[in-house]
C-alpha cells in the first residue's frame, strides 16, 4: 500500500515561536518533506503567526504542511491539512471547514480509536505511543510492538487501508519492524530535533522507509 504520502512526518516542538521556526527550518533544511506545526501551549493568534512564516517555507522546500489542532489557522494560511487529536474538533466539521481536497489526520491509541477515525473519514492516523517519550505531556497507554502487530492484524482482517504512523518514541531501530508489521510510516519529534546531524538521520529513516521491500501490506 502506498497512497503518496510522505512517510516521515516531523512534528514541530519548542517553547517560543523563535525555536519552533529554527526548528522547522532546520528540519526542512535535512530534507524533511512533511511538517506538522504543532505548538501546544500557544494560542491561536501566534499559532497563526508562526504559521504565516512556516506556509511559504514549507512550499519552498516542496514539502507538506499539515497544522496540529488549529483547524482555522490551516484555512486561513492555506496548509495542506490538519492533524486533530480524540478530543479535538470533530473530524466532519473539519472537513466541512477546510473542504474535500485537504488532508486531515487523526490520533488513536486504541483498535477502537482507529475504528472511529476510519468512519470519520481520517486520510490517515497517528497511532502511538510505541514507548515512553518526554515530549507529549499527557500520554496514552504505550503500545509496544505486540499493540501495533493486534491492531493492525485486525484492520488486514477487516481490509481497512487507512495509512498508519508511529509515533512516540521511534528509533531508526524500529522502523524496519514497524514497517514488517504493516505501519505506513512514522513521527519523529524528539529525535530530529535534538540530532547533531539530521540530514543523515533523515537519510537512514528515509532509506528504511523506502527501500524496505516489506513496507506495504
Keep these: 500500500m502506498d497512497l503518496g504520502y510522505h512517510k516521515l512526518q516531523f512534528i514541530s516542538q519548542g517553547d517560543t515561536p523563535a525555536i519552533q521556526l529554527k526548528n522547522i527550518i532546520s528540519a526542512l533544511d535535512a530534507g524533511c518533506k512533511w511538517i506538522q506545526l504543532r505548538f501546544k501551549n500557544a494560542g491561536s493568534r501566534q499559532v497563526l503567526d508562526l504559521a504565516t512564516l512556516v506556509k511559504p517555507l514549507c512550499s519552498r522546500y516542496g514539502a507538506i504542511l499539515i497544522i496540529n489542532d488549529h483547524v482555522e489557522v490551516a484555512k486561513m494560511v492555506h496548509a495542506d491539512g490538519v492533524h486533530l487529536g480524540l478530543q479535538d474538533l470533530d473530524v466532519?466539521?473539519?472537513?466541512n471547514?477546510?473542504?474535500p481536497d485537504k488532508i486531515i489526520g487523526g490520533t488513536?491509541?486504541?483498535l477502537s480509536d482507529v475504528q472511529q477515525r476510519i468512519f470519520e473519514?481520517?486520510?490517515?492516523?497517528g497511532l502511538g505511543p510505541l514507548r515512553f517519550t518526554?515530549?507529549?505531556v499527557k500520554l496514552s497507554p504505550v503500545l509496544g510492538?505486540?499493540?501495533y502487530e493486534t491492531i493492525a492484524r485486525e484492520l488486514k482482517k477487516n481490509s481497512f487501508n487507512v495509512p498508519l504512523y508511529a509515533i512516540g518514541g521511534v528509533t531508526q531501530e524500529d522502523v524496519l519492524r514497524l514497517m514488517e508489521i504493516g505501519i505506513y510510516g512514522i513521527a519523529v519529534s524528539g529525535m530530529i530535533t535534538q540530532h547533531p546531524n539530521k540530514q543523515q538521520?533523515?537519510?537512514e529513516f528515509n532509506?528504511?522507509?523506502?527501500?524496505?521491500v516489506n513496507n506495504s501490506r
Design 121 to 125: 473519514g481520517c486520510n490517515y492516523i
Design 108 to 110: 488513536a491509541n486504541t
Design 145 to 147: 510492538f505486540k499493540g
Design 207 to 212: 532509506t528504511i522507509l523506502y527501500e524496505n
Design 97 to 99: 471547514i477546510l473542504g
Design 92 to 95: 466532519k466539521l473539519a472537513r
Design 201 to 203: 538521520l533523515i537519510k
Design 134 to 136: 518526554p515530549t507529549k
